[in-house]
């Protein structure tokens, strides 16, 4: 969850803060921790926040194609996939073809599939448990909660819960999952 905190601004520039940090360089350092991504609500008493989305950056406002809204966790969603995981569509739609989320589940002692996603980066954040994943010709290696795991467009993967309860974490593809990117190793 977004973590919104009020700035005071200073008058004569409002692109700074009071004690003068650029606004710009607030939100180029922005802390990226492992199941949350931290953002800045920049507010100022004197201006009323804009509907639309501004580049705080370049100082731009611009349309975005996707309506801002929150999309509400569904456990009762999950499904089994063919990959040998249970998945939680989390956001997938052809309004956000930039990116997709889903929560993937797997059980204690079980592994996935050798897979890869076509023209498709793939990022796990492990939020629970612990397991052993494989990406392309690495060595296995040991993953548990907070580690992020970068899987290149077409590299081979799959992961096993090497621990006594489920391994969840989040599969982020960039540009978002497709069924047709799939295919088995």
Not at 5 to 12: E, M, V
Not at 131 to 143: K, T
Request: proline residues 5%; negative net charge.
């Amino acid at each position: 969850m977004a973590t919104p905190i009020a700035l005071l601004l200073n008058s004569a520039s409002p692109s700074k803060t009071a004690d003068g940090v650029a606004i710009a360089e607030i939100i180029a350092t922005s802390v990226v921790t492992a199941s949350y991504y931290q953002h800045y609500r920049i507010t100022s008493v004197n201006r009323p926040i804009r509907r639309s989305c501004p580049d705080r950056l370049h100082g731009n406002l611009h349309t975005h194609t996707m309506a801002e809204h929150i999309k509400p966790f569904d456990e009762q969603s999950e499904y089994y996939f063919k990959e040998g995981c249970h998945i939680i569509e989390m956001s997938n739609s052809d309004s956000d073809e930039a990116a997709s989320i889903a929560r993937a589940r797997v059980e204690p002692g079980k592994q996935t599939q050798w897979h890869a996603l076509r023209d498709t980066t793939e990022r796990y954040v492990i939020l629970e448990g612990e397991g052993v994943v494989e990406v392309g010709e690495n060595s296995p290696e040991r993953v548990t909660a907070g580690d992020v795991v970068i899987i290149p467009a077409n590299c081979k993967q799959r992961i096993l819960n090497s621990g006594d309860r489920d391994l969840i974490f989040l599969a982020i593809c960039t540009p978002r999952f497709a069924a047709d990117k799939y295919f088995s190793l």
